[in-house]
């Protein structure tokens, strides 16, 4: 067997992975061959190296890091709907407040010159102003 | 408990469930975690991120033909290929910031290879020995790669790593084949200096 073919099937033959007839006549050549032995000596220390990696364990305290977290963290993640929602809430009560003291006022002083089309002008100025509050709120970090 | 009725607890958000699920694939997603990673802490961190992956998209999950484990197994596979990207990136802006430094004016000045010395011998053999493996896995093309460690860290079946890379046992036969005559090549020409 040449240094090449045996050197080319190291891996295979650390692995035990090759026909006996192959195994043996490699283990023959290392006996002889002072490089292709040092080359063998080197794969396998690393694939020990590997071995010894498999043998390691996951963490045992894995499942308590995890229940930690699973339990601070809400099962569903905040959306933006969910953030705007009682802002979006608000801003209708406030609208709502201020339609409410306008039409009170209408009430309450039924001699003013407003007429009903008037307060209905009136009242729309306070539509433009919350639509573009919450379209900027969209946008909010 | 079998696969789908533990999928059944964990869609109704049963933390029980999710135990037996860690109890049960912990340790088999760590041995794949531990081949890409080669670090124990970066390991743990994959599989945890890997079950609370699971805990958030289990309502969503719907397995006909593939199992729960399949899945588990996917995303770890991918979450560890992300990872090994990210520290890859980390360590090259490591290594620029090793050669550079900031002058007093501000100005940012490289230095010469020669005056950071990284000495080999500070390593340990083992230390050294290992980096060299990671390094050499790490080296593969992904489809060897991830075939060399389903295969050799999680002593799996080439059925059932082909179930997981959507291919054929055959292939992943060729893959690992592949996989380990690169490795040998790598290892033995990294240790001959
Ligand atoms: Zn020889």
Request: glycine share 0%.
């Given at each position: 067997m040449t240094c090449k073919s045996v050197q080319n099937n190291l891996i295979f033959y650390i692995e035990k992975s090759l026909p006996d007839k192959q195994l043996s006549e490699i283990e023959q050549h290392l006996k002889h061959c002072k490089v292709c032995a040092e080359k063998y000596q080197k794969l396998l220390a690393a694939y020990q190296f590997i071995e010894s990696e498999k043998q390691s364990n996951v963490n045992p305290y894995l499942w308590t890091r995890i229940q930690a977290k699973i339990q601070h963290k809400p099962a569903t993640q905040k959306t933006w709907q969910t953030v705007l929602q009682p802002v979006i809430l608000t801003l209708i009560v406030i609208i709502g407040l201020f339609l409410g003291i306008k039409l009170g006022q209408l009430y309450t002083h039924?001699?003013?010159?407003?007429?009903y089309a008037q307060s209905l002008n009136d009242t729309t100025i306070f539509y433009p102003v919350a639509d573009n509050e919450s379209e900027y709120l969209l946008f909010e970090p | 408990m079998d696969e789908n009725e533990l999928l059944n607890r964990l869609k109704q958000r049963d933390p029980k469930a999710l135990q037996t699920a860690v109890e049960k694939y912990s340790n088999l997603l760590y041995k794949v975690a531990i081949g890409f990673m080669h670090d124990k802490q970066a390991a743990d961190d994959i599989v945890q991120d890997v079950f609370i992956k699971l805990w958030q998209a289990a309502p969503k999950l719907n397995f006909d033909k593939n199992k729960l484990s399949t899945w588990l197994y996917r995303v770890t596979v991918n979450h560890c290929l992300n990872q090994v990207k990210r520290d890859k990136f980390k360590a090259l802006f490591q290594d620029i910031s090793k050669f550079t430094r900031k002058t007093d004016n501000g100005a940012i000045e490289i230095e010469i290879e020669d005056t950071i010395n990284l000495n080999?011998?500070?390593?340990?053999e083992n230390k050294e020995l290992g980096q060299i493996i990671e390094n050499a896995i790490n080296n593969l093309p992904k489809k060897q790669r991830i075939a060399f460690i389903l295969t050799k860290?999680?002593?799996?079946?080439a059925k059932q790593a082909a179930e997981i890379m959507k291919t054929s046992p055959a292939n992943v036969d060729v893959l690992v084949f592949r996989a380990k005559k690169n490795l040998q090549k790598f290892i033995l020409k990294q240790l001959k200096s």
């Open positions: 039924p001699h003013t010159s407003y007429n | 080999p011998h500070q390593y340990t860290y999680r002593d799996m079946s």
